[in-house]
T-cell receptor
Framework: AQKVTQAQTEISVVEKEDVTLDCVYE???????LFWYKQPPSGELVFLIR??????QNEISGRYSWNFQKSTSSFNFTITASQVVDSAVYFC??????????????FGAGTQVVVTP | NAGVTQTPKFQVLKTGQSMTLQCAQD?????MSWYRQDPGMGLRLIHY???????DQGEVPNGYNVSRSTTEDFPLRLLSAAPSQTSVYFC??????????????FGEGSRLTVL
């Protein structure tokens, strides 16, 4: 069975601080995909990044960066120099490409990020 | 592009009433799904479909029915609403490329309150 754990319920930072969101996953599949989504106060869900299990190359996109480590089953997300507009709930998700769970996304409980001026 | 469209955006029901949440997508996506979002629990899969005529249960299917008669539409029916079904509901779709790598595209959500 697949499982995604986001242990941090809420993180509060002051603008321009860096913030790292933790995501730990469990899966028995060798092929799987990891995602991060953002849900701003307006409520929509915005796709941020997708990573497959064969690509451990970390990525930086503007102020966002992702650290994927299969050895620790973690897919962490960092916002550098946070801004008030980064205030949102961030969800980590897992999708298995094989087995009984394919087609099903497993989401973590989400981490609320609050950035104050 | 409209993407994924959900209606209604808000609904208040009384216990025992039935209703249908509508979901339509115009991206020709094979895969469609319904999630519910409750505080502290993330998004939980209710039902999903990998194509017209094919549906399957997710993590929390009880009290909900779905059907998929066309590629575009995937309605979610509440047969007899209960207060425990008070939630925000999201419809999502994705393309099904080889390996099923596609990200989910979400509708704007439907907030349902059952009194």
């Amino acid at each position: 069975a697949q499982k995604v754990t986001q242990a941090q319920t809420e993180i509060s930072v002051v603008e321009k601080e860096d913030v790292t969101l933790d995501c730990v996953y469990e899966t028995r599949d060798t092929t799987y995909y990891l995602f991060w989504y953002k849900q701003p106060p307006s409520g929509e869900l915005v796709f941020l990044i997708r990573r497959n299990s064969f690509d451990e190359q970390n990525e930086i996109s503007g102020r966002y960066s992702w650290n994927f480590q299969k050895s620790t089953s973690s897919f962490n997300f960092t916002i550098t120099a946070s801004q008030v507009v980064d205030s949102a709930v961030y969800f980590c998700a897992l999708s298995e490409a094989q087995g009984d769970s394919w087609g099903k996304f497993q989401f973590g409980a989400g981490t609320q990020v609050v950035v104050t001026p | 592009n409209a993407g994924v469209t959900q209606t209604p955006k808000f609904q208040v029901l009384k216990t025992g009433q039935s209703m249908t949440l509508q979901c339509a997508q115009d991206m020709n996506h094979e895969y469609m799904s319904w999630y519910r979002q409750d505080p502290g629990m993330g998004l939980r899969l209710i039902h999903y479909s990998v194509g017209a005529g094919i549906t399957d249960q997710g993590e929390v299917p009880n009290g909900y029915n779905v059907s998929r008669s066309t590629t575009e539409d995937f309605p979610l029916r509440l047969l007899s609403a209960a207060p425990s079904q008070t939630s925000v509901y999201f419809c999502a779709s994705r393309k099904e490329p080889p390996g099923r790598t596609g990200e989910l595209f979400f509708g704007e959500g439907s907030r349902l309150t059952v009194l």
